[in-house]
């Protein structure tokens, strides 16, 4: 077999394996990334992230047509979907984007190999697919990325009980739809379906939506969803899901059934660790399929290291990439001296999480629930964008922001918006505790009026008790 050599091989080309693979090669590795798919940008780029957040706009655009915007005085008549060309776009902006990735691997001389890569012991990957040969590696990093969990009782046949993948490709609008799971994805894509005229009946384990958030935002969300027609029914366990006569039919343990046109199974994910030959370079996976590394992504195996939804953390393609880029700069920093700059850190309490429904749900640090569990006194600040001049420009009023800073010391422990453009405005605060701000040094920048971000500044004056407009 054909045996080629490299400083690094990385298995996955999602954006954990291909941000990584690029800042390697930046440092003058010569890196070869191996991915079975011939799209580059893993399943955020192909499944996940990307088409979803291509459906929420144009589904978002949709409604606001359909509704929304009388209140301007635009009055639209006869407003009706083209979802072929709905999922048509979408597609789009997918090829467009894996393209992008596959031109920034050209530039940057990163090799490219098609088919499934696994592990033949320390240092030497075997590809399987288009591309069929062996490599050799110093550092082989392990980015594979994650995949739809099953859930028991439920086989996705493909069409009518699907998972995300399925769900961004329905060909048409299901009268009745019914989503398992209230996490990002049973709220993201239950949307986009909403919106674009299904009835959607979102089936919660969990007594109450969205785990992980801040509970006082989640309840928020759940309330401004409700309002949008999503039905929730929480503390309810599906324990199975069929068609039968025509319908599907999803079984909830001790209480009715839940009925529709087609279901969405969103139960979380889990590592795709199963055939990447952990074995023969004796890496075990704890018991959620998770490899186990050290602080700087090193596996039990000496040179084999791993990153994103693979490892432990939040499973978003934001974390994955950071970690990427810390993991190879340390790997370079060990194979050269005299590199300008520190390898990156990855600080895993502040990675941000958005929910891209409308309005958007993030978060940064710890929630009120956290601090309360780990008796970490704090002050709370809010501010309502109802009092935002911006927001009751655009009219999209609904939410709030809220800032949770230690007690003594003033530092921003974490924030939490639920707004238009949360998304966005997270970031400022992401950057503030990045650097250890206090809401003093929060409330004390100058933020451009008017604007949402004013509800930052606003909320970090509310922790003293001193908000302007409030
Ligand atoms: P999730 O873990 O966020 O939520 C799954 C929900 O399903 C939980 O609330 C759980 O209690 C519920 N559940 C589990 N078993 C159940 C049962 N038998 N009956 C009823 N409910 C049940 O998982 P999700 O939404 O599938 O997302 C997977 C991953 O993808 C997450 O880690 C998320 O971070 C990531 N993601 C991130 C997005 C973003 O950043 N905007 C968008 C989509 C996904």
Redesign the pocket.
Known sequence: MDTRMHDLVVIGAGPGGYVAAIRAAQLGMNVACVDENPQLGGTCLRL??IP?KALLESSERFAEASAGLAEHGVKIDGVSLDLAAMLKRKDAVVTGLTAGVAALFKRNKVVRYEGRGRLAGAGLVRVQGKDSLELSAKHVLLAPGSA?AP?PGVVPDGDRIGTSSEALAWPAVPPRLVV???????L?LGSVWRRLGAQVTV????DRIL?GTDGEIAREAQKLLRRQGLEFRLG???TGAGVEGGECVVTIDGQEPARGARVLV????RPSTSDLGLETAGIVPDDRGRIPVDAEFRTAAPGVYAIGDAIRG???AHKASEEGVACVERISLRLRSGQVGAPGLVDHDLVP????TEPEIAGVGKTEEALQQAGVPFKKGVFHFRAAPRARCTGRIDGRVKILAHEKTDRVLGVHIIGSHAGELIAEAAAAMAFGASSEDLARVCHAHPTLAEAIKEAALDVDKRAIHA
């Open positions: 996940g992230c979803t739809c859930l398992i799971g209230a996490g990002y994805i049973g993201e089936v919660e384990f969990l785990p309810c366990r599906v969103a139960v979380g994910r939040p499973m978003l999480g958005v929910c891209y």
